[in-house]
């Protein structure tokens, strides 16, 4: 994909000189090299994996009425949904391919966002904004539009529920309306064609088996299954950081087998920030190669449990120095 990042936001490459290179000098230059080593048929075993379970979860859905199946799949159908946005991640980041291939990278960036709806484009000009602008409350624009404005449980919440898609939107409506006008013109049909074929989608369901099946099958999954996913994993992106310290504008979150392979590795949020250019299945040896840095910055990695227990139970406010402990 050909998306390239607002040239006026440059607050992260103007106050992270310095950590990059003492980033750089943490780990030596071979491993560094092999850690940028981009393996298209790890990412495309991941996406296959991804469809077999996807598949998998759909046919349940399907044939199950009884909700004790069927609630557990949902949720896990969700979670497949989400997780396209990841693959979709590392399209926008040329992170699948050795070197860019803008029309296989365009074809399968909107794949990955058909499943939620989103605009690949959108999508890759809000990121690249986000990485170009971190730190800053206005250059950011997840900061800006997307986190909560209001330090409130029931705010916070609905980032969980159904509501999460309106949220969603009308942030990318508010940032969108600064792009330049052929870029607007992209997204603009990539949406109409997302809602195209979500409406194809969920009339050839209905048609085939009636309401319970598409509510199953592709609704729930969508409006209820995706947005915990999504929560929890921004919970652990930029909302327990340190503002004085540029190192810790992301949260560091444990290791763990079983949240590497929910969230495709995207757990690692704040390695990814340090080095872009890594591929995701390459995140968690990174993680372990900073622990010296860590170590020597007095950094306490954090699970999605405490993370959890701080932003909704603690009410701690986003962007900033928690006071619970981890």
């Known amino acids: ?56 979860c759909s046919w349940v859905l399907w044939r199950c009425s009884n909700p004790l199946i069927w609630v557990p799949f949902v949720l896990v159908q969700g979670l497949i949904f989400f997780d396209a946005t990841v693959l979709l991640h590392e399209v926008l980041h040329h992170l699948v391919w050795p070197k860019p291939r803008p029309a296989m990278e365009t074809a399968l960036g909107r794949i990955y966002g058909f499943f939620t709806g989103i605009s690949a484009t959108q999508f890759s000009r809000w990121h690249l904004d986000h990485h170009a602008g971190l730190g800053d409350p206005v250059e950011d624009p997840k900061r800006r539009h997307l986190s909560p404005k209001k330090n409130s449980r029931l705010v916070k919440l609905l980032y969980f529920t159904p509501a999460l898609f309106p949220i969603y939107f009308r942030a990318a409506a508010a940032e969108t309306r600064s792009y330049p006008a052929p870029l607007r013109r992209t997204i603009a049909f990539e949406r109409c064609g997302a809602v195209a074929i ?119 406010p986003p962007h900033a120095q928690w006071s619970a402990p981890a």
């Open 198 to 316: 979500h409406l194809a989608t969920a009339v050839a369901l209905f048609l085939l088996g009636g309401a319970g099946p598409m509510l199953r099958v592709y609704l729930l999954p969508l409006l209820v299954g995706f947005p915990p996913w999504f929560a929890i994993n921004r919970v652990g992106q930029h909302y327990r950081i340190d503002p004085g310290d540029p190192a810790q504008w992301g949260t560091l979150v444990k290791g763990s087998w079983v949240w590497d392979r929910l969230f495709l590795w995207s757990n690692y949020h704040l390695e990814h920030h340090y080095f872009p250019a890594v591929p995701f299945y390459n995140l968690p040896r990174l993680h372990r190669l900073l622990q010296p840095f860590y170590r020597s910055r007095g950094m306490r990695p954090v699970g999605y449990g405490s993370l959890l227990w701080g932003w909704l139970i603690r009410n701690e």
């Open 1 to 56: 994909m050909s998306i390239t990042r607002d040239p006026r936001r440059r607050h992260w490459a103007h106050v992270s000189k310095g950590l990059r290179r003492e980033l750089s000098a943490t780990i030596p230059a071979e491993e560094l090299a092999a850690l940028h080593r981009r393996k298209p048929w790890r990412h495309f075993a991941v996406a296959a994996r991804q469809a077999v379970m996807l598949g998998v």
